[in-house]
């Protein structure tokens, strides 16, 4: 994860006409990254993509375009169920060792304070702390407060191990990529998925491009889908039984909730990593809620008793790396309410770490009586003002609970799914291969340890009577001068697209963890 060196000490001392500049600025760049055609870069970034993963004399190898060292750090491989049952019991009893350390230090401090009390040196030496801990609070700037945030946002980018370094250009690799990419679009659809780095990148497809493929190693190093498949069994169940995070309806916008208490992430409690694969595991199982119509998120952000304990900067860097580097215009909204005044200088920090179209989606609001003009007051739960009556309760996870489908039942998924990927990347293929220097064999899954592609049946029926029947629509001409090639392309794709979708539920049904949100029946499947 890298990370742009920033001076704390300048950052804390930005003057309110600096502010207004970053803002005319936002808006100037806002309104001049629109001027790009969609379709123009989706086609070029399906070129681009392809060229890169199986074209055998590229024109730049994937480890000079990523320009970084990647290793495997599987989410799976690094948590069991055994090392998490071995963590809960070593914390109980750190628990009470603390406990008595705590008593045992509070004795020796106490006589300590005995000792010196009688000490006209000791006294003038408590004068001056308390004078000093008043600066501090006047000044809103924590000594230990600008150390931690300068040592993490100086740091440039994640350790790498380097006994598991991978190698970007092995075909193993990239074919793991191809696979990665098919798994993660399984939901939203190829299109969408490729959009959302392209409206990103502002147009830009070289640059989506490399923020693609920066997203799909991510996803293959650290196993995503490892995880999801292994779900909550490999989390610490105190991630989701706290109750710092939860789902819950839509707002206005038909965007899904996610209710954030911050008060209740205290830093250090438990492993980052722990916290980490909590937040993957719900951003994953939000991307099977998300409105169809508007697959963004509203995030609202409870900051009543926010404190430095809450404060988690190694956090916030990884959540703004997934929101802006692998979760790209997921975000639609973000709602601060009530943020008291500590954390203004905390917010300009995490704001110069933010793409300024991000920046553009936050809004701090004072209480929680302005959420309902984001959503609707019957909507909101009792906690956060509203009148509904929701009240979040983790239901725990159970291994008898989970799916449990046979080998020959995933089998038979996945082989359907892949027939249905073939004739995708077969549809793909016959558009751009005159700018492709790649063999149509070398894209496809292998089916029995073949790599084929079955044919769609009776699809050419259907589509020429959807072409006869739409003949009253205005279409434009291809190459070979007819009118209804386009529409007969559309129609082919569109019906592929809804088989690759069902086909994926399919699949997915068989083999994704059921977590909290399929336990209360938030999800469609």
């Not at 995490?350 to 991000?358: F, G, S």
Request: glycine share 4%; aromatic share 10%.
């Amino acid at each position: 994860m890298i990370i742009p060196k920033v001076s704390i000490k300048n950052i804390l001392s930005i003057d309110s006409n600096n502010e207004v500049n970053v803002k005319e600025q936002e808006k100037a760049s806002s309104s001049s990254t629109k001027d790009y055609n969609k379709e123009e870069c989706l086609s070029n970034l399906w070129i681009e993509l392809i060229s890169c993963l199986f074209d055998e004399n590229p024109k730049i190898s994937l480890k000079d375009l990523m320009a970084k060292k990647y290793s495997n750090n599987s989410y799976v491989e690094r948590a069991t169920s055994d090392e998490l049952r071995k963590r809960s019991n070593s914390s109980s009893s750190n628990d009470s060792e603390i406990s008595n350390n705590s008593t045992n230090s509070s004795t020796s401090k106490r006589k300590i304070f005995k000792i010196g009390r009688s000490s006209s040196p000791n006294k003038s030496l408590r004068k001056s702390n308390r004078k000093e801990e008043k600066k501090k609070v006047i000044n809103n700037e924590p000594d230990e407060f600008k150390a931690e945030a300068e040592a993490i946002l100086n740091s440039q980018e994640e350790i790498i191990n380097c006994n598991a370094i991978i190698d970007l250009d092995s075909k193993e690799f990239k074919q793991k990529l191809w696979d990665c990419l098919f798994w993660t679009a399984g939901n939203e659809g190829l299109e969408h998925l490729l959009l959302r780095f392209i409206v990103a990148r502002k147009g830009k497809v070289n640059d989506a491009l490399k923020m693609l493929l920066n997203a799909l190693i991510w996803r293959v190093t650290y196993d995503i889908e490892g995880l999801c498949k292994k779900g909550e069994r490999i989390i610490d169940e105190k991630e989701f039984s706290c109750g710092k995070v939860y789902f819950y309806k839509y707002d206005k916008k038909g965007r899904f909730v996610t209710y954030i208490h911050v008060n209740k992430h205290i830093k250090d409690v438990r492993p980052q990593i722990e916290t980490e694969k909590m937040t993957i595991l719900s951003m994953e199982t939000v991307r099977l809620i998300l409105n169809k119509e508007n697959p963004t998120a509203c995030m609202v952000f409870d900051m009543s008793g926010f404190s430095m304990q809450n404060m988690d900067y190694g956090f916030i860097l990884f959540l703004l790396n997934c929101f802006q580097n692998y979760y790209p215009e997921m975000l639609g909204v973000a709602l601060i309410v009530g943020a008291s005044w500590i954390f203004n200088g905390c917010w300009k920090i995490i704001k110069q770490l933010l793409d300024p179209t991000v920046v553009n989606k936050v809004r701090f609001i004072k209480d929680k009586s302005e959420i309902k003009n984001y959503i609707d007051e019957c909507e909101i739960p009792e906690c956060f003002g509203g009148t509904n009556k929701f009240s979040y309760s983790y239901i725990p996870y159970k291994e008898e609970n989970d799916v449990n489908c046979s080998v020959e039942t995933i089998e038979a998924a996945k082989r359907n799914w892949d027939i249905v990927k073939n004739k995708y990347i077969t549809e793909i293929y016959e558009q751009y291969k005159s700018k492709l220097n790649v063999k149509l064999e070398d894209l496809l899954f292998k089916i029995n340890d073949k790599k084929e592609c079955e044919e769609v049946s009776n699809i050419g029926d259907i589509l020429q009577n959807e072409i006869s029947s739409s003949s009253t629509c205005s279409s434009s001409t291809s190459i070979n001068g007819d009118e209804n090639y386009d529409n007969y392309d559309s129609s082919m794709m569109k019906q592929i697209e809804k088989e690759l979708y069902n086909a994926f539920v399919e699949y997915d049904k068989c083999t994704r963890s059921r977590t909290y949100y399929h336990r209360a029946g938030f999800t469609h499947y």
